[in-house]
């Protein structure tokens, strides 16, 4: 009874600070005639006009699907590479590998998972800059930019759904002698498979709308003719391109729901 007080009271607590936090951000903002400038009013009229016709001219058309088809061969390359470091990393930082509890198996855990905080904490298109100061505007800028971040998010995730594998199956393939490895591939991996192609397309979904973004610097894309039209007043272009990228992740998005189905089952 008194643990479920103290729930209580923290639970409390925690939601008067989150509303005063609420309150008290309304009143820094300054409501006053400059929140929107001149001209908005005008060009939000013109981008309303624009998504309610969209340029659907077979040259726009062409142009959206090769810019398409270039934002997601970035999205696709970078999370390949993502998912297949942010696995490894995964593993390693969950500890499934190690066989004793000792001050070793938190050392490497802690190790690993610094290394993943490390990738994460740098935003895709900081390195997409630091990648295109260093070498250019290259594919490989925009590949990296998103593998790299993108292994630390998925090795992070890919680790808290290891350590969250049910202990009873794994009990029994230790009990006839399983190695590590064996317990890896026949123990964790069923498990939690479903999981981990869940975050993966939830995470690829991302990866489409951050390879997008990276195409403002030049690199090619769908973001990259966002910027363009947008430079010329042309609303109703980027309203096509826009269509073209929220085609591309329902089609992430069902293609998902469609894959954990076959799994579950």
């Known amino acids: 009874m008194q643990h479920k007080l103290m729930y209580f009271h923290s639970k409390t607590i925690l939601t008067i600070v989150m509303l005063l936090t ?19 009013w005008t060009t939000m009229l013109q981008m ?9 001219s077979l040259e726009i058309l062409k142009l959206a699907f090769m810019s398409a088809w270039i934002t997601l061969a970035y999205a696709v390359a970078g999370m390949t590479l993502a998912v297949l470091f942010g696995f490894v990393f995964g593993v390693l930082s969950s500890g499934i590998l190690l066989k004793n509890r000792g001050a070793s198996h938190y050392a490497v855990k802690n190790f690993f998972r610094g290394m993943l905080g490390f990738l994460r904490a740098i935003h895709e298109l900081v390195w997409a800059l630091l990648f295109v100061a ?30 969250n594998v049910p202990e009873k199956p794994l009990q029994s393939l230790r009990a006839n002698g399983a190695t590590r490895l064996q317990q ?17 397309f939830y995470r690829f979904e991302c990866a489409i709308r951050s390879s997008a973004i990276m195409s403002f610097i030049g690199l090619g894309g769908l973001g990259f003719q966002i910027q363009l039209s947008m430079q010329d007043l042309h609303y109703d272009e980027v309203w096509t391109f826009l269509i073209f990228l929220i085609g591309m992740v329902m089609i992430v998005d069902l293609w998902s729901q469609m894959l954990r189905k076959r799994l579950v089952a």
Not at 193 to 199: G, K, N, R, T
Request: net charge negative.
């Open 22 to 40: 609420f309150i008290a951000s309304l009143f820094s903002v300054e409501w006053g005639g400059e929140l929107v400038h001149a001209g908005g």
């Open 134 to 163: 260093a070498t250019g505007i290259s594919p490989f800028a925009a590949i990296f930019a998103i593998a790299i971040p993108y292994s630390g998010i998925l090795g992070r995730v890919f680790s808290d759904i290891f350590t």
């Open 184 to 200: 890896l591939l026949y123990g964790y991996l069923p498990f939690a498979a479903p999981d981990l192609i869940s975050y993966a």
């Open 48 to 56: 309303i006009q624009g998504m309610l016709q969209p340029d659907f």
